[in-house]
Structure formats: structure tokens, C-alpha cells
């Protein structure tokens, strides 16, 4: 009787297996499930596939001709292939997207996308087989009716627009064209439009967690003011001015500085600390997001960013540079509470070693905002709010009391970000020259509402900007009794596309390396000219998780 059962068990999961088999089959052929069971299973998605793109062109002298095809059938991509520099001239993408329950017996799911002045079937001896169908611009497409293709990771699921010489795709599973789009009168190098593809579902972005390394030791680069563009850029104020023959794209030569830096440095997180867009230059602020994030992503180090005042006279708001910059792998970078003012105030933990759930080190992060908002009153630019003063307070003391911050046996560290630098800022005497330079008047706001009391009082042992491109000097801030409180530092200008000057600057960043083993800060600067080699100004801030004087 057993044996039997047992006998009879096997058959019914064979033939069990067998039809679960054959309807993955006919389903992947003929979707013959209901969408909520088809879109779960292996090699399917619930997105949508791209069936046909094309350009649509327009011009201010021709009443009847329109950049915006039928809404019903198209989807436009908002960026005018021309970056709304043309005179006369405007040119939008379109393309034409479906899910795969709505696919029709005539519609066509794109496979390929080339960018060419040839049909690929001449120009590609790989392609003499296969049939691509030309549209505007040199697009070519690879289309099929084989709707099963649409489950493929083959079949394209997404297209974008990036711009520039020297534009970089950042997003994992997308492919930029290695052409240009072909269009009249497209103007320079920074005005090329390249398409981006991607094709399957989109990757699935996880966010890394930090933790000490096994020696007890964690490194954070500071990058300031890196002033991208769309396109490679102009240089400003270069040193030495006839380096390199005197030619000097600004965005490659930045690149390459950041790019040295961080394989000699080699550090567990950067943080980018405002104006790593230089809005006025930069008419598609994606493109240049995208420069600074693939060195990163390329290399697999953590990175967090918050905003200076130029990143959002571009083309993107603080909230979508935010949205694209958080998608983005190995990014750390947060909207923070929608109840506090500004883009980004947020805090990092970075854990002790191994696999400890154990804070060792916070770092806030903070908006500074831009211009400031009573300019009759307080010229120049803005302060950090109340409710980000109360964010940070509240957020520091229930950290204190977390079994996070509790269960770590050593002394626990605290550091902030910031962009515009604080008033204190310009106290003279608490300047240490040893560490750095003041060429330039620190551009700090005129209202001071209080942070630095702030940081003292929850136990930050440091706080760095930027802004100020050519100061990268610390200041120790001290108590009535003269006891070291606070380290203030610069990090200085680190791109060419933002001033320089001041008697032969050279662009460079900061390092900050935390010793857990000795709640031990050195902090160091890195140039890009000169003394490349050289740990510039290496300075120990704090010792025994106290603040020290030099």
C-alpha cells in the first residue's frame, strides 16, 4: 500500500510537472495567463517595450509644423535635441511604447538601435542578414513581430537622450550610442545628442552599507564645487595657464584629477558637496550628473551628494537631480523630511567592523540652500533653517539613545557637510595657517541662526564645506575657556568649470581618515598640479574622540 502511494505520488508530480512546463511554454508564446501571473514568472515583465521612435522637428518659421506628435500614440522625451539653442530650429524624440498584454498582431518590438548615416546591413558585415528600418536623425531600428521577443532581455524597454562630446551613460543595463543623432545644424561638440537604450527590466539598485574596515580605519574624499557641464566645458582660470599647450576642456581635465585620486586614495565613500553642476553651463544636468557618478559606479565606491547654489540653474530642479542621483548604484544620497526646508538633509552610518550592526561614525549631511531670501536685509546667500537645526538635534540625541550607538564599545564620531560655508566661518584668529590658505573672504551667509552652536552642543567633532573655491584653510573653533570645540575646514574648488585665480590656484580635494582603533581624524589635501603625490597640509583634528589643537 505504501509502495503504491509512493508510486502514484512520483506520477502526479511528473505529469504536474509536465503541464507547468507546457504553460510556461504556450504563455511565453501566446500569453495565455492573466497579466498578474504572467509578469511574475521567469523572463517576464510588467514594463513596458518600445515599438517604434522617431524625430519630430519644428520650426518657428513654418506655423504648421509641430514638435509634439499625437499624445495618444506617442511619448515625447522633454529634451529638445538642439538644448533650445537653436535659432529657428527645435527637435524632440518620440517614441512608442506598449505593454505586452496590449501588443496588436501588427505591432513591431524594437530589438536594436543604431545611429549611423548608412543602413547598418552595408556598413556592418555582421548585419548583411537582417533588416533595419530608417527613421529621422540616422536612427536606424531592428524590429520584429515575434511577440515573445518583448519577454526577451534583448527586446528595448527604455530610451533617453544624453548630450555632449564626452557624455557617459551611468545607469546599469544602458547603452549609448556611440554616433551622434544626425541633425542639421546641430552646433558644437557640447550640443550633440546621443541616444540611450536600455533593454530588459530595470536593474535592481540596492544601497550599499558601510562599515569600518578590518585595519579599524575609514576613508571619506571630499569633492567641492566640481562646476560640470553639458559637453566638455571651458576652463577657467587654468594653472599653470599653458599646460597641456594651453588647450584645457574643463569636464575631462576634472574627470582625470578625481579619477587619480581615487585610485591612489582609494576611499570607502565620497562625498560631493554642492555644485557639482554648473548650472548656467549646464543645459542638461542629467548628462553631467552622469560624468561625475560613473567614476564611482565604475570603481564600486559608495557616494553621497548634497546641493551647492548652482547645481539647480540647470536644467533639473533640486528634486529631480535628488530622484536621479538616488537611483543611482553605490549612491547614499536621500531626500531627507519632506518638514525640513531644503533637498537632502540626511544622515550616514557607517557600522564597525566585519558584520557589526554597530554605529561607529555618523555623518549629517545638510542643504545650505542657495541666495538668500531677504537680500535688502541679509545679502548674499542663504542659512540653514530652524527646522534643519531641530532635524539635526532631534536626529543626533535619538541616535545617542539607539542600541545602534549604545552597543559600540569605542569612542563614537560625528562629522557634518555642508556647501556654503558658516559665519564663524570668518573669525580670523581661529584660523590655523598650517592647514591651508584664505585667499578669498569667506562668502558665508549674513544671518547666522545658530548651526555651529548646534554642532558643538550634540559633540560633532567636524564640519567641512566648499563654495569658496580657492580657500581650503580648517579654522579650530574654541570655547569660553579656550578648549578646542570644532573643526571647520574647506575643502577648496576641485573643477575647471568653476573660478580659480588668486595668484595660481591649483584644484584639489580633501581627505578625512578616520582611526576608530584611536578615534584618531588626520585630514589632508590632494592637487592636481604640482606636488600630485603629496598629502598636502596633513594635519591630525582629532585624537581620542576629542577635538585638538594642532
Not at 53 to 63: D, E, G, K, R
Not at 453 to 475: F, P, W
Amino acid at each position: 500500500m505504501t509502495r503504491r502511494i509512493f508510486r502514484t505520488s512520483i506520477q502526479l508530480g511528473i505529469l504536474t510537472l509536465i503541464i507547468l512546463l507546457l504553460v510556461f511554454f504556450l504563455d511565453n508564446r501566446f500569453n495565455v495567463l492573466p497579466d498578474a501571473i504572467h509578469n511574475a514568472l521567469p523572463a517576464h515583465h510588467p514594463g513596458l517595450v518600445i515599438t517604434d521612435i522617431t524625430v519630430a522637428t519644428c520650426s518657428t518659421l513654418n506655423i504648421l509644423s509641430s514638435c509634439k506628435l499625437d499624445p495618444a500614440k506617442w511619448h515625447r522625451v522633454e529634451k529638445d535635441l538642439y538644448l533650445s539653442r537653436g535659432w529657428l530650429t527645435h527637435a524632440f524624440l518620440h517614441i512608442e511604447r506598449k505593454r505586452e498584454s496590449e501588443l496588436r498582431a501588427k505591432d513591431r518590438v524594437i530589438l536594436d538601435v543604431r545611429v549611423a548615416s548608412l543602413d547598418p546591413v552595408i556598413s556592418e558585415k555582421d548585419q548583411e542578414a537582417e533588416r533595419w528600418e530608417s527613421r529621422p536623425a540616422g536612427i536606424w531600428l531592428k524590429r520584429t513581430s515575434k511577440h515573445r521577443e518583448s519577454d526577451s532581455v534583448s527586446a528595448v524597454t527604455a530610451v533617453d537622450v544624453l548630450f555632449g562630446s564626452d557624455a557617459v551613460e551611468a545607469r546599469p543595463g544602458w547603452i549609448l550610442a556611440s554616433q551622434a543623432l544626425i541633425l542639421p545644424n546641430a552646433g558644437g561638440e557640447n550640443q550633440e545628442a546621443y541616444l540611450s537604450v536600455r533593454r530588459g527590466p530595470p536593474a535592481n539598485v540596492e544601497r550599499p552599507t558601510l562599515h569600518v574596515n578590518k585595519d579599524g580605519r575609514f576613508k571619506i574624499l571630499q569633492v567641492a564645487d566640481l562646476h560640470l557641464s553639458t559637453g566638455p566645458g571651458i576652463c577657467r582660470e587654468p594653472e599653470p595657464a599653458l599646460h597641456n599647450g594651453g588647450k584645457c576642456d574643463a569636464d575631462p581635465r576634472t574627470l582625470t584629477f578625481v579619477s587619480s585620486v581615487l585610485d591612489s586614495e582609494r576611499p570607502d565613500l565620497v562625498v560631493f558637496s554642492g555644485d557639482q553642476i554648473n548650472g548656467e553651463t549646464a543645459a542638461d544636468a542629467q548628462s553631467a550628473v552622469f560624468k561625475f557618478a560613473h567614476l564611482l559606479i565604475d570603481r564600486k565606491i559608495p557616494f553621497a551628494t548634497i546641493f551647492g547654489n548652482h547645481d539647480d540653474e540647470g536644467s533639473l530642479s533640486r528634486e529631480a537631480l535628488m530622484q536621479l542621483t538616488h537611483s543611482l548604484p553605490y549612491s547614499l544620497s536621500e531626500f531627507g523630511p519632506t518638514t525640513v526646508d531644503g533637498v537632502g538633509n540626511y544622515h550616514i552610518e557607517v557600522l564597525a567592523r566585519g558584520t557589526s550592526s554597530h554605529s561607529a561614525l555618523t555623518l549629517y549631511l545638510l542643504d545650505t540652500h542657495g541666495y538668500s531670501p531677504d537680500e535688502r536685509q541679509f545679502r548674499g546667500y542663504d542659512w540653514l533653517k530652524k527646522s534643519q537645526i531641530d532635524w539635526f538635534k532631534t536626529t543626533s540625541q535619538e541616535l545617542k539613545i539607539s542600541p545602534s550607538h549604545q552597543g559600540y564599545t569605542h569612542h563614537h564620531m560625528d562629522m557634518a557637510f555642508i556647501h556654503i560655508p558658516l559665519p564663524e566661518y570668518r573669525l580670523v584668529d581661529d584660523i590655523v595657517l598650517s592647514t591651508g590658505n584664505q585667499p578669498e573672504n569667506p562668502t558665508a551667509p549674513g544671518f547666522n541662526s545658530g548651526f555651529k552652536d548646534a554642532l558643538v552642543e550634540e559633540g560633532v567633532l567636524a564640519v567641512s564645506c566648499g563654495h569658496d573655491h580657492v580657500n581650503d584653510y580648517c579654522s579650530l573653533s574654541k570655547s569660553a575657556d579656550d578648549k578646542p570645540e570644532l573643526w571647520m575646514c574647506y575643502a577648496g574648488g576641485s573643477g575647471f568649470g568653476g573660478y580659480g585665480g588668486y595668484g595660481g590656484y591649483h584644484r584639489r580635494v580633501r581627505v578625512f581618515e578616520f582611526d576608530m582603533n584611536e578615534a584618531r581624524i588626520v585630514t589632508w589635501k590632494r592637487v592636481e598640479y604640482g606636488e600630485t603625490e603629496k598629502q598636502l597640509d596633513k594635519t591630525i583634528i582629532v585624537e581620542s574622540g576629542r577635538v585638538v589643537a594642532t
